[in-house]
């Protein structure tokens, strides 16, 4: 059974850092695209960074670039995120998901994982 569990979120001050973590399991890690997604109360859910299977290729949407850094230990079958200056628009609910496909899973991704919230004070 695939497994996809995120943590680290809490509440952190405009200018801290944070991060975060997806801790998976049941599938071979090393074989999956891993991506964070968000959902900010009465918004839709939107990607927020993805990285491919050896984490030589990242992506992240533009509001993020700069701040955030996503990164793999596939010895740990784990994957972070970084928040580094976050906003108090970066105030969301942030999930991971897995999937072996580099653009569908920004569409579909085949895994979901629970969430974890970051609250950003300013």
């Known amino acids: 059974e695939v497994q996809l569990q995120a943590s680290g979120g809490g509440l952190v001050e405009v200018g801290g850092s944070l991060r975060l973590s997806c801790a998976a399991s049941?599938?071979?890690?090393?074989?999956?695209?891993i991506a964070w997604f968000r959902q900010a109360p009465g918004k839709e859910k939107e990607a927020v960074s993805q990285?491919?299977?050896?984490?030589?290729?990242?992506y992240y949407r533009d509001s993020v670039k700069g701040r955030f850094t996503i990164s793999r230990d596939n010895a740990k079958n784990t994957v972070y995120l970084q928040m580094n200056s976050p906003k108090p628009e970066d105030t969301a609910v942030y999930y991971c998901?897995?999937?072996?496909?580099?653009?569908?899973?920004?569409?579909?991704?085949?895994?979901w994982g629970q969430g974890t919230l970051v609250t950003v004070s300013s």
């Open positions: 998901a897995a999937d072996p496909r580099w653009v569908a899973i920004l569409q579909d991704p085949r895994n």
């Open positions: 049941g599938f071979t890690f090393d074989n999956y695209v």
């Open positions: 990285i491919d299977i050896n984490g030589g290729k990242t």
